[in-house]
């Protein structure tokens, strides 16, 4: 099994392949905005507090990370939406290796700002047995400090793709940082993935050496 790394590569050079400069240019100026923002410096680091949360999940109950702490480790992650291929190659891997994962006692969240609706097909279309919950207008990604506004070429390049808007209910051009965390079961962060640029994600490997290190 390739990793995770790798068949991210090679979806951003089957990208490369069809967009135009202009495009790229877009994209890359984007990563760069996101960079300078100072985003990822300022939002929750390892050794900080995991604040908690209650969103509903695809069956429309309450979760709560302090409920899944008190069945083991978290590894907590952000999908930006069913539409972005980066994410669903992370989710789809995530799937492949779960049970490598809940054999040591831990389990994936994963938190959206889609709507319901669209989490549930991102669901099904990716086959995810984890726990996908919505977070509404990312309120608890903006608790995590992970929030950033897409600046307007991009913003217009979703727009005529595929309505940003009518993924996540509003017009704020907001998205989360595509972050994990793991952790441990007194809700402190032991590990933190945190970058810029949304085609890059935790290496499920990496991960799994921290989990095992608790």
């Not at 100072?38 to 908690?52: E, M, R, T």
């Not at 999940?57 to 972005?84: A, E, M, Q």
């Amino acid at each position: 099994m390739e990793t995770l790394k790798a068949a991210l590569e090679e979806q951003i050079e089957k990208s490369a392949q069809k967009y135009s400069e202009e495009k790229k240019r877009a994209y890359k100026k984007g990563i760069e905005a996101v960079d300078e923002a100072g985003i990822v410096s300022s939002a929750l680091q390892v050794g900080d507090k995991a604040p908690n949360f209650i969103l509903k999940n695809r069956f429309g109950n309450d979760v709560t990370l302090k409920g899944y702490l008190s069945k083991g480790p978290v590894i907590l992650i952000w999908y930006r939406g069913g539409w972005c291929p980066y994410c669903s190659i992370a989710l789809r891997y995530l799937q492949q290796i779960l049970s490598e994962f809940e054999s040591i006692g831990a389990n994936i969240v994963a938190l959206t700002p889609e709507l319901p609706d669209k989490s549930l097909n991102t669901v099904e279309s990716n086959m995810i047995d984890f726990e996908v919950l919505t977070d509404i207008d990312a309120e608890v990604a903006k608790e995590y400090g992970l929030v950033f506004k897409l600046i307007p070429e991009v913003a217009e390049i979703y727009q005529e793709l595929f309505d940003l808007a009518d993924f996540n209910g509003n017009t704020n051009s907001e998205l989360p940082l595509a972050a994990t965390y793991v952790i441990d079961q007194e809700g402190i962060i032991r590990y933190a993935f945190l970058d810029a640029d949304y085609r890059k994600r935790a290496e499920p490997v990496d991960i799994m050496q921290v989990l095992k290190s608790l």
